[in-house]
């Protein structure tokens, strides 16, 4: 058996690793001529973190993670709506919510796979299937031939274009300005802060950084230079609580990432024959409950037991089987978060507010129970492809 992965980022080669350990034969074709990350964070939740314990990577993740004690909900003089720690969490969930710097956690991976081929500057251009395999074919004129093919090439995948796989991308209604600065995070609270049409997330890292984001209500497609952008993010968020403005003043002008958030309605199908899709590819959500990644690594490790246990077509419909419809569950939840959040009516701000700060703690945690429950997940679709 010899998988063929399209994209290179942390869904794809955690299928990789997921893959290797199972003893399966698997390449890997990356577009990009270097494998770097942007310089953002990515929270990894109790659902990820364990997959990603059960490849063996504990002690290689702990080394670049961190853990804050306590994160919030605030508006933006800073009242706090709700609060969280990361002892309650553990106790309820086993592990705290982690936060790494995406190109760090991608570089963990990397070293995870050494070994394993990994090829750049392939550009993907056709996908050929036949009764004994599939051929890629890439743009600088390489070929490939494998058993299986698995499109882990993101939210605009080559892949998924190919198969046909329904479902446009959908504008969000709002755009997210992201960076990293050195910042002294002793004391500083992890959490978001609410306005009206707005927002602002405080993550504290490891080696006294930050990582932050914003949020607007703004028509899909903006775009500015560098210094425009954070004088426009200085403008925006001057009078909101300490210490937002300096964290944004702190930041090297050249390191603030602008996106328009997308995501895609779910598809009921995610392959044909010898060829699925993984993370973003198959099901791309807002960021607004934190599992884009944490989904992508969930994907990997069913799609590496699927087909270990049977390899072939059947191994990719009874993984898309088992992850289609959680999958569909998160991509709609983090929507309605979304909207929820960036309200920007200033009568239905203060409701939504109000409404935070009345909601019971167990509440909270019990509506967070089903999406980062991944151990029941995998039981649950373990079962299904044995047939107990």
């Not at 605030?74 to 936060?99: C, D, I, K, M, N």
């Not at 710097?101 to 299937?129: C, F, K, M």
């Not at 709002?174 to 609270?189: K, N, P």
């Not at 909207?339 to 945690?365: N, W």
């Amino acid at each position: 058996m010899r998988v063929i992965i399209i994209g290179a980022g942390i869904g794809g080669m955690t299928a990789a690793i997921a893959l290797r350990r199972r003893r399966i034969d698997v390449e890997v074709y990356e577009r990009a001529a270097a494998l770097t990350e942007v310089g953002a964070g990515v929270s990894l939740w109790p659902n990820a973190l364990k997959a990603l314990y059960q490849l063996g990577m504990k002690q290689r993740l702990d080394a670049l993670s961190f853990v804050a004690e306590a994160g919030a909900l605030r508006s933006a003089e800073g009242v706090v709506l709700s609060r969280t720690s990361a002892q309650e969490f553990a106790s309820r969930f086993g592990l705290a919510v982690t936060v790494f710097h995406r190109a760090e956690l991608l570089d963990a991976l990397l070293n995870e796979a050494l070994g394993i081929p990994i090829h750049l500057s392939h550009e993907l251009e056709d996908v050929e299937q036949d009764a004994g395999g599939v051929t890629v074919q890439f743009s600088n004129g390489a070929r490939s031939r494998g058993d299986v093919i698995v499109g882990a090439d993101g939210l605009r995948s080559t892949v998924r274009s190919h198969l046909g796989v329904p479902g446009v991308l959908r504008y969000a209604g709002y755009t997210a300005w992201r960076g990293i600065v050195g910042f002294e995070t002793a004391g500083l609270m992890a959490g978001e802060t609410l306005g009206c049409g707005q927002r602002f997330g405080l993550v504290p890292i490891t080696r006294n950084r930050v990582y932050w984001y914003a949020t607007d209500n703004v028509a899909e497609g903006g775009c500015e230079p560098a210094a425009a952008a954070k004088a426009r993010l200085m403008a925006m968020f001057e009078r909101w609580h300490p210490p937002i403005a300096r964290v944004i003043a702190a930041t090297d002008t050249a390191a603030i990432l602008r996106n328009d958030i997308f995501d895609r309605d779910p598809a009921e199908w995610w392959g044909t024959g010898r060829v699925t899709l993984l993370g973003d590819a198959a099901h791309p959500m807002t960021p607004n409950l934190g599992q884009g990644a944490c989904q992508a690594i969930e994907d990997a490790l069913v799609l590496a037991d699927s087909i270990a246990e049977e390899g072939g077509e059947r191994s990719l419909r009874r993984y898309e089987a088992a992850r289609i419809r959680r999958t569909a569950s998160v991509v709609k939840a983090s929507r309605r978060v979304g909207r929820f959040l960036q309200i920007r009516t200033p009568a239905l701000c203060r409701v939504r507010d109000l409404a935070l700060r009345l909601m019971p703690p167990a509440m909270s945690y019990r509506s967070l129970a089903p999406v980062i429950g991944y151990e029941n997940h995998l039981r649950e679709g373990s079962s299904r492809q044995t047939g107990k």
